[in-house]
């Protein structure tokens, strides 16, 4: 069974904790120090959101902007990803998670984004997901 109902579950999702962790956890002030810029790519949702300093963008939008990272994967390892279920090197290494970008702009992603896994299960209580993956 498919963790998200369909893209429109994960996009307001997202959009939601996109805005908390950018606005309350200063993630927005270190992506724009940093440059940095994301897009993800959603495989079996059809879902593509791109995230700067400014917050979330979804579809058309996203498709049109340039990022300095591209993470392509499925909808379970996004959620796996945030719940810290992931070994990140194991998932690069098996294609799970497939990157794109220079190789330090990906690393220092990483642990800018461990706020965002303390939030993301509040998130899922909000939203009816499991907590296991």
């Not at 309350?24 to 949702?45: A, C, P, Q, Y």
């Not at 690393?107 to 993301?120: A, D, E």
């Amino acid at each position: 069974m498919a963790i998200f109902k369909d893209r429109e579950v994960a996009e307001k999702l997202f959009l939601e904790f996109w805005q908390e962790l950018i606005r309350d956890n200063g993630l927005g002030e270190e992506f724009k120090k940093n440059e940095i810029s994301i897009r993800f790519e959603v495989n079996d949702l059809d879902l593509v959101m791109y995230v700067d300093e400014n917050g979330p963008l979804f579809g058309d939008e996203a498709k049109e902007k340039k990022a300095v990272v591209t993470m392509k994967m499925s909808s379970d390892m996004v959620h796996k990803y945030w719940l810290d279920q992931v070994n990140i090197p194991m998932a690069l290494a098996m294609r799970q998670i497939k990157a794109k970008g220079p190789v330090n702009k990906v690393l220092q992603i990483l642990p800018m984004f461990k706020p965002g896994q303390k939030l993301y299960p509040e998130y899922c209580k909000k939203y009816n997901l499991p907590l296991e993956a």
